[in-house]
């Protein structure tokens, strides 16, 4: 196990994070602790490939795991048995017009492993205010007015950070993650971090790259000119069974 201590951030919202490649082996990824949630400190940690994780009554800790766990916009797999099933679905894709509900909904699904959630009332507050100003995002599934999945993350540039997905019904994340994906893909946004390395996700398309590669592909998406803002009217509305 390394012995080297990690970083202390300033009280500053702009003071700046540990070059990245100095994240612990073990725990892998833990880079830095302290600094708070405002917007511009986690902007600041996304665009150089570091994001929050931690518990109620842990300081907040900061993350850059090895290695970064991404999706390719244009390689998320759906089994067929699945989209044979989303033939028939009535299932209904939109984008921030629920943001609360699917951040809420994530802080309340269980984990496998998981004593809790790491999304703390803190965390709520502050990426709902990332949202208001256009920063985060979520895709939301629905089956007439219920909802029964989501997905919500970070977007900058051309880049999105994926945070958490939910599922009220079976295969509901699953389809707002394809369909995230597809949107992506059409704008020309080429990835999504996934973070950690996670064999469901693998399942599903998801490639590990080595932590210098990925924060050499996020460095030129992140400063791409791409305006921010809600994703309703861009995103449309998209039937499940167009996934399939």
Same mark, same amino acid.
């Given at each position: 196990?390394?012995?080297?201590?990690?970083?202390?951030?300033?009280?500053?919202?702009?003071?700046?994070?540990?070059?990245?490649?100095?994240?612990?082996?073990?725990?892998?990824?833990?880079?830095?602790?302290?600094?708070?949630?405002?917007?511009?400190?986690?902007?600041?940690?996304?665009?150089?490939?570091?994001? !929050?994780?931690?518990? *109620?009554?842990?300081?907040? /800790?900061?993350?850059?795991?090895?290695?970064?766990? #991404?999706?390719?916009? $244009? +390689?998320?797999?759906?089994?067929?048995?699945?989209?044979?099933?989303?033939?028939?679905?009535?299932?209904?894709?939109?984008?921030?017009?629920?943001?609360?509900?699917?951040?809420?909904?994530?802080?309340?699904?269980?984990?496998?492993?998981?004593?809790?959630?790491?999304?703390? !009332?803190?965390?709520? *507050?502050?990426?709902?205010? /990332?949202?208001?100003?256009?920063?985060?995002?979520? #895709?939301?599934?629905? $089956? +007439?007015?219920?909802?029964?999945?989501?997905?919500?993350?970070?977007?900058?540039?051309?880049?999105?950070?994926?945070?958490?997905?939910?599922?009220?019904?079976?295969?509901?994340?699953?389809?707002?993650?394809?369909?995230?994906?597809?949107?992506?893909?059409?704008?020309?946004? !080429?990835?999504?971090? *996934?973070?950690?390395?996670?064999?469901?996700?693998?399942?599903?398309?998801?490639?590990?790259?080595?932590?210098?590669?990925?924060?050499?592909?996020?460095?030129?998406?992140?400063?791409?000119?791409?305006?921010?803002?809600?994703?309703?009217?861009?995103?449309?509305?998209?039937?499940?069974?167009?996934?399939?």
């Amino acid at each position: 196990m390394s012995r080297l201590p990690i970083a202390l951030l300033g009280v500053e919202p702009d003071a700046p994070f540990p070059p990245a490649a100095r994240a612990l082996r073990e725990p892998n990824g833990l880079l830095a602790a302290g600094g708070d949630l405002t917007p511009t400190r986690l902007l600041n940690a996304y665009r150089q490939g570091i994001f !929050p994780w931690y518990s *109620a009554g842990q300081p907040i /800790l900061w993350w850059s795991p090895y290695p970064r766990m #991404v999706f390719a916009t $244009d +390689g998320i797999r759906l089994s067929s048995k699945f989209r044979r099933g989303l033939r028939k679905s009535n299932w209904i894709l939109r984008a921030d017009t629920a943001f609360d509900q699917v951040i809420a909904a994530c802080a309340q699904s269980p984990r496998p492993g998981q004593d809790g959630t790491w999304i703390t !009332p803190e965390m709520l *507050a502050a990426y709902r205010e /990332l949202h208001r100003m256009g920063h985060a995002h979520s #895709v939301e599934v629905f $089956d +007439g007015d219920a909802l029964v999945g989501g997905i919500y993350g970070v977007a900058i540039g051309q880049m999105f950070f994926g945070e958490s997905m939910f599922s009220f019904e079976s295969g509901g994340s699953k389809v707002a993650l394809a369909g995230l994906a597809r949107a992506l893909h059409h704008w020309g946004w !080429p990835l999504i971090d *996934a973070q950690v390395e996670n064999h469901h996700l693998q399942f599903m398309g998801a490639q590990s790259l080595p932590r210098g590669d990925f924060l050499g592909r996020i460095g030129s998406l992140v400063a791409q000119d791409e305006k921010h803002g809600a994703w309703t009217g861009r995103f449309g509305r998209m039937a499940a069974r167009e996934l399939a």
